[in-house]
């Protein structure tokens, strides 16, 4: 950081620090820049076209001041192509700034204001671009990213009503001595003295009857790993393949089913490969995990940390289980690593060795684990599975002999399906079972519907609530929170071709309304004209389509 103090005559001037990257704030108390004498206001004030018109640069980004008439004329709006970001001293101490010039330096991290708003750090900011520039780049030292301005933003973010962990802390309670406890955390990573705690095993239920472990972690481990997560990510980010959209910024479910759906509408497709990794989260390797992350991070106290993140151990029942592989779902870090993991083990090994030996189009979209594969040929699709069990045998993993399966799958089999009479196969992506479809004009299109099982649990929860919910809350809150849910659900599951599974969530949430609102007591409240009357001055968010995946050819 370059500083200018200019020698100036002017009681009221303030020293300057000229910031890269940004031109915000003024340093007179005026309001604008117009020390006497002063070169190097002097010098950020010239116009680059030579006519000597001053630029005002006000003190926050939505003010407009006027300057000082420059020959007869007076400058109303501010320029912003300067390079350089002027903030007043008061400005910086005030933002957490050392009294001296060095400190400074070496121990700025956040300015105060941003662009947006919002504050961002410029060290990491600067690590995301060196990341991007250079995707070999190994980063050797980062564990000095992890300051308490850090932290307490990660706490920030942090869900407030979230579940304690085995320490029964809440967010809450953490934050009520937040600056204590944040300085007490980061002089613990500075000394190396921090160890996390076992996380809380907790099962929920899935779909087909059986339950799904999760791990709940301390409130201070979830702050640790959130800090990780903002160092580590901008490093692996540009590496990751476009195929890859699972807890990615940017990315999202609706971006997977997206693409998918022009890859078999548009694309050579006959036959889907849909494969399961049996119990991903839970036999992911730490030996390879650890060997992929060194791939671009070089810093041992950083790869020291994480790896006790993954060897903390989960608590059950009251015992505490030591792990030797796997990331328990839950954590902040947990979908992170997965997708490095998944990125070395599955995406490049697709892209740049499985492509190059087919004959034929072959194409994958990834959320997280959930993963299928498009070929052009049937015997390729085949080939693939069996090289597909080997590769991610090496990697301590094993493909679900139930759930992966090769599916029939695209233009040609839905042709054979008007000439045989036999249906196309089907399969689950996300949530939606997709098919082949007819439009209107008679061609064919890729249909897709809310998965069955999945759309039984959501009934099944939605019937809970109600029953819980009858007598508990007043119907008014009953009713913004029925709207609420409803309206996530049509979020989610309001996507083309979905319009008739929404339509029956919706009636079936009205049924439900009915019902548990004339069980509140013995004596029945509603009859359906009564009902409907309740529905017309108080309506219920009717079903809609979020998401449209339909467009025209792609050109190439």
């Given at each position: 950081m370059n500083?200018?103090?200019?020698?100036?005559?002017?009681?009221?001037?303030?020293?300057?620090?000229?910031?890269?990257?940004?031109?915000?704030?003024?340093?007179?108390?005026?309001?604008?820049?117009?020390?006497?004498g002063s070169e190097a206001v002097a010098w950020h004030q010239k116009d680059s076209s030579g006519t000597r018109e001053t630029h005002c640069v006000p003190y926050a980004m939505e003010a407009v001041c006027k300057n000082k008439p420059v020959n007869g004329k007076e400058l109303q709006k501010a320029q912003w192509e300067s390079d350089l970001f002027i903030?007043?001293?008061?400005?910086?101490?005030?933002?957490?700034?050392?009294?001296?010039?060095?400190?400074?330096?070496?121990?700025?991290?956040?300015?105060?204001?941003?662009?947006d708003g919002i504050g961002k750090s410029t060290k990491l900011s600067l690590l995301n671009q060196r990341a991007a520039r250079n995707k070999k780049e190994k980063f050797t030292s980062l564990m000095h990213l992890i300051t308490e301005k850090l932290l307490a933003e990660c706490y920030g973010e942090l869900r407030k009503t979230s579940s304690p962990g085995i320490d029964g802390k809440t967010?809450?309670?953490?934050?009520?001595?937040?600056?204590?406890?944040?300085?007490?955390?980061?002089?613990?990573?500075?000394?190396?003295?921090?160890?996390?705690?076992?996380?809380?095993?907790?099962?929920?239920?899935?779909?087909?009857?059986?339950?799904?472990p999760l791990g709940i972690p301390a409130v201070e481990d979830k702050i640790v790993q959130m800090s990780i997560k903002k160092i580590?990510?901008?490093?692996?980010?540009?590496?990751?393949?476009?195929?890859?959209?699972?807890?990615?910024?940017?990315?999202?479910?609706?971006?997977?089913?997206k693409s998918l759906n022009e890859i078999l509408t548009w694309k050579e497709v006959n036959c889907v490969v849909d494969m399961d990794i049996a119990k991903f989260f839970d036999t992911v390797n730490h030996k390879w995990?650890?060997?992929?992350?060194?791939?671009?991070?070089?810093?041992?106290?950083?790869?020291?940390?994480?790896?006790?993140?993954?060897?903390?151990?989960?608590?059950?029942?009251?015992?505490?289980?030591?792990?030797?592989?796997?990331?328990?779902?839950?954590?902040?870090?947990?979908?992170?690593?997965?997708?490095?993991?998944?990125?070395?083990?599955?995406?490049?090994?697709?892209?740049?060795?499985?492509?190059?030996?087919?004959?034929?189009?072959?194409?994958?979209?990834?959320?997280?684990?959930?993963?299928?594969?498009?070929f052009e040929s049937e015997e390729e699709a085949e080939r693939f599975v069996k090289s597909l069990t080997k590769r991610v045998e090496k990697f301590g993993l094993k493909l679900s002999k139930e759930k992966t399966k090769i599916v029939k799958f695209g233009r040609q089999a839905w042709k054979n399906r008007q000439v045989t009479g036999k249906k196309a196969g089907t399969f689950n992506f996300l949530g939606f079972t997709h098919y082949c479809g007819t439009s209107r004009k008679g061609n064919y299109k890729v249909g897709r519907k809310t998965e069955g099982k999945r759309f039984n649990v959501k009934m099944k929860e939605l019937n809970e609530w109600l029953k819980r919910a009858r007598n508990?809350?007043?119907?008014?809150?009953?009713?913004?929170?029925?709207?609420?849910?409803?309206r996530g659900h049509y979020q989610y599951y309001g996507v083309s071709e979905n319009g008739n599974q929404i339509n029956k969530y919706y009636k079936n949430a009205v049924k439900l309304a009915y019902k548990w609102l004339n069980r509140r007591s013995q004596k029945r409240s509603y009859n359906w004209s009564r009902f409907n009357r309740l529905l017309e001055y108080n309506p219920l968010p009717q079903p809609r389509i979020c998401h449209k995946f339909y467009q025209l050819k792609p050109s190439s």
């Open positions: 500083v200018l103090s200019p020698e100036t005559n002017n009681p009221e001037a303030e020293t300057f620090h000229i910031v890269e990257g940004r031109t915000e704030l003024t340093a007179s108390k005026r309001g604008y820049i117009s020390p006497a903030v007043p001293m008061k400005a910086w101490k005030h933002a957490g700034g050392k009294g001296q010039t060095e400190k400074r330096r070496s121990e700025r991290d956040t300015f105060p204001v941003h662009r967010v809450k309670e953490y934050g009520k001595e937040l600056e204590k406890n944040i300085k007490d955390l980061a002089e613990r990573l500075k000394k190396k003295s921090y160890q996390p705690q076992p996380v809380k095993r907790v099962y929920i239920p899935k779909g087909n009857g059986k339950v799904r580590i990510e901008p490093i692996f980010e540009p590496i990751f393949l476009p195929v890859s959209y699972g807890f990615r910024p940017g990315k999202g479910c609706h971006a997977a089913l995990l650890m060997k992929f992350l060194k791939e671009r991070i070089a810093d041992p106290n950083m790869l020291n940390l994480i790896g006790r993140f993954l060897r903390t151990g989960v608590m059950e029942d009251g015992k505490v289980i030591r792990i030797e592989k796997g990331t328990p779902q839950g954590g902040v870090l947990s979908p992170l690593l997965a997708n490095i993991y998944l990125h070395y083990v599955l995406d490049i090994w697709f892209s740049k060795i499985v492509k190059k030996h087919i004959n034929g189009y072959a194409e994958m979209v990834r959320y997280a684990d959930d993963v299928v594969e498009c508990m809350a007043t119907r008014a809150e009953i009713w913004r929170t029925l709207s609420a849910k409803l």
